[in-house]
C-alpha cells in the first residue's frame, strides 16, 4: 500500500494533460494522460480550445487521484507545470475564455514584431526581457486578442478580463476565481515582465498597450497559490507550486548548481543552463530566463529552443496520416537503418566482384591478345551501372532516414522505397508509392 504524504503533479502540455501521483522518495505512484485537438486556424496559427484544456486536465487529475488513493495514498499538495507563453484571455465573471487560446507556436503576430523591431524596440525589450521581439512570447499574442476580439481591449481597461498562461488558467478554475496568479518562470515568458527587477514592466505595456488590470500576481515558484474548490476533488488541496515545463525540468533533473544543464524532448526541444543568481545575456541569440525563483530568490538560466520535434510525429499521424501511432516511427526508422545496411553490404560486395573480375581480366589479357574487347567494355560497363544503381539507392535511403522525422519523405510498404510524401498515398491495406498504388488497382 501507498502510505503517506503525495503530490499531485499537473503537466499541461502542447499536445496532452497528464497527472501524475509521486510519494516523498519520487517514486510515480499513479498516472493518467490525455491527448487533446490542435487547432489550425490558418497557415502559421496554432490554437487550443481552452475547455479542452481544462476538461481534459481536470479529468486526469481525478483518474490518477482515484488510482492512487485506491491504494492508500494521500495527496497532500499539487503542483502545476505547463506549456509556456500559450496565452489566454477570460472573463473574470464566467471563467470562460474569449478566444481559443493561442499557442506558443502560433506566428500570426510575426509582421507586428517586425514592426517593432523596424521600430528599434527589441534592444530595449531584450535588456529587461532576456528575450527577444519574437511572436513566440505572450505579448504580442495578448495584443492581437486585444485588438481582434470585439470590445476586448475596452472590457480589459475596464478590468473585466483576466490574462494568464495556462498555468493562470488553470490555477483560476481549480479555486473557482479564488486567485488570479503566476509564477515568476512563467512570467519571465511574456515580454512584459522585467527579470531583473522581478516586476511588470509599465514601460512594456505601454508598448504592446496592454492594460496593467488584466495582469495576474505574480509568486515564488513555491508558493502558497490557494485551494482548490472541494467540487473538483471532494475536497480542498492546496497548490503549493507552480514553474513552465522547461523549467520545472531544469528542476527535475537537479539542476540546482551554476553550470549544470538539461535538454529535453518533447512537442520542441529544450536546452536550458543554470547561470545562478546572475542573469547572462547571450552573444548568440539563446534567451536569458528565469530558472526558478524560491524564497524571494531568483536564479537565472540561459536558453537554446527547437520548436518542433514530437510535433512532427503527431503531424505525420494525425495531419498526413502516415503512422497510426508515435510508436510506428521507430518501426520505420528500424526498418530504414536495416535496409540501409542490406544495401552498403550488397553495394560493396558488388564493387569487390567488380575488382576480382577486374584483376582476372588483367591476369588472362598478357595470354588473350585476340579477347573480345567489346563484349568485355560491355560488361564492365553493366557492372558498374549496377554499382551506380546501388549507390543511388544508399543515397536514396539516407536521404529518407534524414527527412523521415520532419515528415518529406515516407516508406512504401510494398516496393520498400523511401518516396516523398506527395507520392504516397493511403490505400485500404497499407500506404504505397503512386506506382505500386496503381499497379494494385488494376489487379
Known amino acids: 500500500m501507498a502510505t503517506g504524504h503525495h503530490i499531485l503533479a499537473i503537466d499541461q502540455g502542447t499536445t496532452s494533460s497528464p497527472a501524475i501521483v509521486f510519494d516523498k522518495a519520487g517514486d510515480m505512484i499513479a498516472s493518467a494522460q490525455q491527448e487533446f485537438p490542435q487547432i489550425y486556424p490558418a497557415s502559421g496559427w496554432v490554437e487550443h480550445d481552452p475547455e479542452a484544456i481544462w476538461e481534459t486536465t481536470l479529468k486526469v487529475c481525478r483518474e490518477a487521484l482515484a488510482k492512487a488513493e485506491a491504494r492508500g495514498a494521500q495527496v497532500s499538495a499539487i503542483g502545476i507545470t505547463n506549456q509556456r507563453e500559450t496565452t489566454l484571455l477570460w472573463d473574470r465573471d464566467t471563467g470562460k475564455a474569449v478566444h481559443n487560446a493561442i499557442v506558443w507556436q502560433d506566428r500570426r503576430t510575426a509582421e507586428y514584431c517586425a514592426s517593432l523591431k523596424d521600430m528599434g524596440h527589441e534592444p530595449g525589450i531584450t535588456r529587461k526581457t532576456g528575450l527577444i521581439l519574437d511572436p513566440y512570447f505572450s505579448a ?51 515580454l512584459l515582465f522585467n527579470i531583473h527587477s522581478q516586476q511588470w514592466d509599465r ?19 513555491a508558493a502558497e497559490f490557494g485551494e482548490t474548490d472541494p467540487e473538483w476533488f471532494g475536497r480542498p488541496i492546496p497548490i503549493l507550486g507552480i514553474a513552465g515545463d522547461q523549467q ?65 510525429v503527431q ?65 564492365r560497363e553493366q557492372e ?25 519523405y515516407g516508406w512504401c510498404e510494398r516496393c520498400g522505397n523511401a518516396i516523398p510524401v506527395e507520392r504516397l498515398a493511403a490505400f485500404p491495406s497499407a500506404t504505397l508509392c503512386v506506382s505500386c498504388k496503381q499497379l494494385e488497382e488494376r489487379r
Request: glycine share 8%; with cysteine.
Open 203 to 221: 514601460s512594456l505595456l505601454a508598448l504592446f498597450d496592454v492594460p496593467a488590470a488584466v495582469l495576474p500576481e505574480v509568486k515564488d515558484s
Open 384 to 408: 558498374l551501372t549496377l554499382a551506380n544503381n546501388l549507390r543511388e539507392r544508399i543515397d536514396q535511403v539516407e536521404r529518407a532516414l534524414d527527412r523521415l522525422d520532419d515528415g518529406q
Open 248 to 312: 520545472a525540468a531544469l528542476v527535475g533533473q537537479a539542476c540546482f548548481e551554476p553550470g549544470m544543464v538539461k535538454s529535453t524532448y518533447g512537442t520542441g526541444c529544450f536546452a536550458l543552463l543554470n547561470t545562478g543568481t546572475t542573469p547572462v545575456a547571450s552573444r548568440n541569440r539563446l534567451l536569458t530566463t528565469v530558472a526558478y525563483r524560491c524564497n524571494g530568490r531568483t536564479v537565472y538560466a540561459l536558453e537554446g529552443s527547437i520548436f518542433v520535434a514530437g510535433a512532427a
Open 140 to 190: 504580442t499574442k495578448l495584443h492581437w486578442l486585444l485588438h481582434n476580439v470585439p470590445g476586448a481591449r475596452e472590457r480589459a481597461q475596464r478590468g473585466e478580463l483576466a490574462f494568464g498562461t495556462v498555468d493562470s488558467f488553470l490555477l483560476w478554475r481549480l479555486t473557482k476565481g479564488r486567485v488570479h496568479a503566476t509564477d515568476a518562470t512563467n512570467a519571465s515568458r511574456t
Open 315 to 379: 503531424w505525420l499521424r494525425d495531419g498526413l496520416g502516415l503512422i497510426r501511432s508515435a510508436a510506428e516511427t521507430e518501426t520505420i526508422r528500424t526498418a530504414l537503418t536495416e535496409r540501409l545496411t542490406d544495401l552498403r553490404a550488397e553495394y560493396h560486395q558488388t564493387i569487390s566482384e567488380i575488382a576480382e573480375a577486374q584483376r582476372d581480366r588483367l591476369t588472362d589479357s598478357a595470354g588473350d591478345d585476340q579477347a573480345d574487347t567489346g563484349t568485355k567494355t560491355f560488361e
